[in-house]
């Protein structure tokens, strides 16, 4: 039977020696539910439009009790049986959850115990699905479409790969950005019964964030990182967006322009018009 972990029975966390002997499958994620850092450990309850990864393992029958007994199942926390998600894969697991308030708990969106150097994906579905912008942001310099010079990360290598994928959510245009002359920019919101295409680049932990801190992590801005699921390479796929809705802001033509571009050859390939997919944020 399998097993989804998602704290400190993890590779490389202190309890992983309880699955020795255990076969590993992989990193996944399971939607649908929220993790709270809960100070040593963290714990794991329903909450719409969240999602938390973790690994899957496979055990014996005669192991489930010892992960019972450290889990505190009936107690701290209650046995469940879920589907976890990995690319198109989907897999039955047993799973932990949390039988207490996180009230006073901090939301934890990362995958538990990420190190800076450890390589995610980034989702991009703004000016940064233009890789010269995106560029700018790994390795600092100036972007002729808006004139605005870029810090750059601190580690400023180059992305190991790129790729398009499409995820559930929607894409809208919002608050007035001083890069764009006061158009409005995008962001995303994962409850809405549509879909968004993104760009995704392999960075590392810490590159995202300073990705994030040149987005502005404000209340304003892109304080929210959202799982949007692990990929078939088991690395976990992020993006940035707020964590309310913002109030719409009209877009301006060298925004709307640099994402056309950035769109168009993708989504032809789709047989999808690129004009059309974000007149729909444009109204929104």
């Known amino acids: 039977m399998n097993i989804f972990v998602y704290g400190t029975l993890m590779n490389g966390q202190r309890a992983n020696s309880y699955l020795n002997g255990a076969e590993f499958k992989g990193s996944f994620c399971l939607n649908g539910y929220?993790?709270?850092?809960?100070?040593?450990?963290?714990?794991?309850?329903?909450?719409?439009?969240?999602?938390?990864?973790?690994?899957?393992?496979?055990?014996?029958?005669?192991?489930?009790?010892?992960?019972?007994?450290?889990?505190?199942?009936?107690?701290?926390?209650?046995?469940?049986?879920?589907?976890?998600?990995?690319?198109?894969?989907?897999?039955?697991a047993w799973v932990y959850i949390y039988n207490h308030s996180v009230d006073s708990a901090v939301l934890k969106r990362s995958k538990w115990g990420i190190k800076a150097d450890d390589y995610v994906w980034y989702a991009s579905y703004g000016s940064n699905m233009d890789a010269s912008r995106f560029s700018c942001y790994i390795k600092g310099g100036q972007f002729n479409a808006n004139g605005r010079y870029y810090d750059g990360c601190s580690d400023t290598s180059d992305w190991l790969e790129d790729k398009w994928g499409v995820f559930p959510g929607k894409m809208y245009f919002a608050n007035e950005s001083s890069s764009w002359n006061g158009s409005g920019v995008a962001f995303f919101e994962a409850n809405y019964h549509s879909q968004t295409y993104m760009r995704l680049y392999k960075i590392t932990w810490g590159q995202f964030l300073d990705v994030q801190a040149q987005e502005s992590a404000s209340k304003n801005w892109y304080n929210k990182i959202q799982c949007l699921g692990v990929d078939?390479?088991?690395?976990?796929?992020?993006?940035?967006?707020?964590?309310?809705?913002?109030?719409?802001?009209?877009?301006?033509?060298?925004?709307?322009?640099?994402?056309?571009?950035?769109?168009?050859?993708?989504?032809?390939?789709?047989?999808?018009?690129?004009?059309?997919?974000?007149?729909?944020?444009?109204?929104?």
């Not at 014996?60 to 107690?75: A, C």
């Not at 719409?248 to 950035?262: I, R």
């Open 34 to 92: 929220a993790k709270y850092d809960l100070g040593s450990f963290p714990g794991i309850v329903e909450k719409e439009n969240e999602s938390v990864v973790g690994e899957v393992y496979a055990v014996t029958e005669d192991m489930l009790p010892m992960m019972d007994r450290y889990e505190g199942e009936g107690s701290l926390y209650i046995r469940r049986e879920v589907i976890v998600e990995r690319g198109n894969e989907k897999v039955v």
């Open 232 to 284: 078939k390479d088991n690395c976990p796929i992020y993006t940035l967006t707020n964590e309310e809705r913002r109030p719409f802001h009209p877009v301006g033509e060298a925004y709307f322009d640099l994402l056309y571009n950035a769109l168009k050859e993708k989504m032809h390939e789709d047989g999808l018009d690129a004009w059309e997919y974000l007149k729909g944020s444009v109204l929104s």
